[in-house]
């Protein structure tokens, strides 16, 4: 990930070798169920969960009370300790762009629309604060979290695809740590360089849409240190095609986070026709964005300066990007939305907004049984469970210990 400090100027992070197996110390020492000292069923194992709930007709249901929620962990009822309305905590927005070439055809309408969104967001600056990543080929850190909207406002004015924008982002020099640093030192701690690659290293070397990257950096690295409410909206087709990490650990990070993805899902555009070849864009070109002829330095372990894979094969079916999109939402207690020219990607923050607007906070504290190592199943209804007049938005479980 980079980290532009000024507009223009960046850092190179390099995204190194990953655990093979889990998350890495750092993020599982965070995430707040798991701190403190007593045992199963003390105040220290804690989880508090964001809730939405709409009518049938899709309308926010305000006004609601503590004792119209149940909880249950693992199919068991729980006791709601704390409960109340959200929109009083401070927030956290991360907004995640794919800015691969596939996608080059909406970042105009991406920069607009998210520009008046965080406009109206940031209203508070000592309350409200974003970031913004962009994603392809590698992830970059355009700008830290701030309450600044002109900070936020530089930063998508940044977003592109073409390499003339982000010729200087690489230092060739420093290119690959030998060790972990701070991130504004240009590398992100946890990260190793003993050349693994999460089980991966018989794939395709070739890394040009790393969204689980995106998501598990934004959470582990960013929203885990936040307090409050943290979101993350994602505007992408859902392809991945070259993450060091998986769905299920990008998904695991946003959960320990506490974080809740929204998604916009944009249909993948094939590159304009510029006189080259329209089709499967060559990712081995040395227009594409931060890339050099012979390579890129800085790539992944295995496809340092010098390997660029051929383009990955047409056989077989590729993961369907909206389903996958949908599942991170679902499962991190967020929406998704199709973009689309009756639903511009405005109107769509507009229900977004709506949805943080209506947000409830619920805090239990798992009994015995719910509190033990690993993941929890859980489910929030309001009413008679299983109503068909209640919708309930919130995350469909959570992480206790490592």
Request: hydrophobic letters at 35%; a neutral charge; aromatic letters at 6%.
């Amino acid at each position: 990930m980079k980290v532009a400090t000024t507009p223009g100027a960046w850092l190179t992070v390099v995204l190194a070798a990953f655990v093979s197996a889990g998350l890495p110390a750092a993020a599982q020492r965070s995430a707040p169920a798991q701190t403190g000292k007593s045992g199963p069923g003390s105040d220290a194992h804690a989880v508090s969960v964001l809730a939405v709930v709409s009518n049938k007709h899709g309308a926010p249901m305000p006004n609601l009370k503590r004792e119209d929620f149940q909880i249950q962990a693992d199919k068991t009822p729980q006791v709601i300790r704390d409960f109340g309305p959200a929109r009083d905590l401070p927030l956290t927005v991360g907004l995640l762009v794919n800015a691969s070439p596939a996608q080059r055809d909406a970042l105009d309408e991406e920069r607009t629309a998210s520009t008046a969104f965080f406009a109206n967001l940031l209203s508070d600056p000592e309350k409200y604060k974003g970031f913004v990543v962009q994603f392809a080929r590698d992830v970059d850190l355009l700008q830290d979290v701030t309450g600044s909207k002109d900070a936020v406002r530089t930063a998508l004015r940044q977003l592109e695809t073409d390499r003339a924008s982000r010729v200087e982002a690489v230092d060739s020099s420093s290119s690959r740590p030998g060790s972990s640093t701070d991130p504004r030192g240009g590398r992100y701690p946890g990260r190793g360089s003993d050349g693994g690659s999460g089980g991966r290293a018989n794939q395709p070397k070739r890394a040009n849409n790393a969204l689980y990257d995106a998501l598990f950096l934004s959470a582990d690295e960013i929203t885990k240190k936040q307090a409050g409410r943290k979101v993350l909206i994602v505007l992408s087709d859902g392809d991945d095609s070259g993450s060091k990490e998986s769905l299920s650990s990008a998904i695991e990070a946003a959960q320990r986070a506490d974080t809740v993805i929204y998604a916009v899902y944009f249909k993948e555009r094939r590159p304009s026709d510029r006189g080259l070849s329209v089709g499967q864009p060559d990712y081995c070109d040395d227009s594409y964005p931060g890339s050099y002829p012979g390579g890129y330095p800085g790539g992944y372990p295995g496809s340092y300066p010098g390997d660029c894979a051929p383009r990955l094969p047409q056989t077989g079916e590729r993961p369907d990007g909206r389903k996958t999109l949908a599942r991170i939402c679902t499962e991190t207690g967020g929406r998704m939305f199709d973009a689309s020219k009756k639903e511009p990607l405005a109107d769509i923050y507009k229900e977004i907004a709506d949805d943080l607007n209506a947000q409830y906070r619920l805090t239990f504290v798992p009994d015995k049984d719910a509190s033990s190592s690993g993941y929890h199943h859980l489910l929030v209804t309001v009413g008679k469970a299983g109503s068909k007049d209640v919708v309930v938005q919130s995350r469909d479980g959570y992480f206790m210990g490592d």
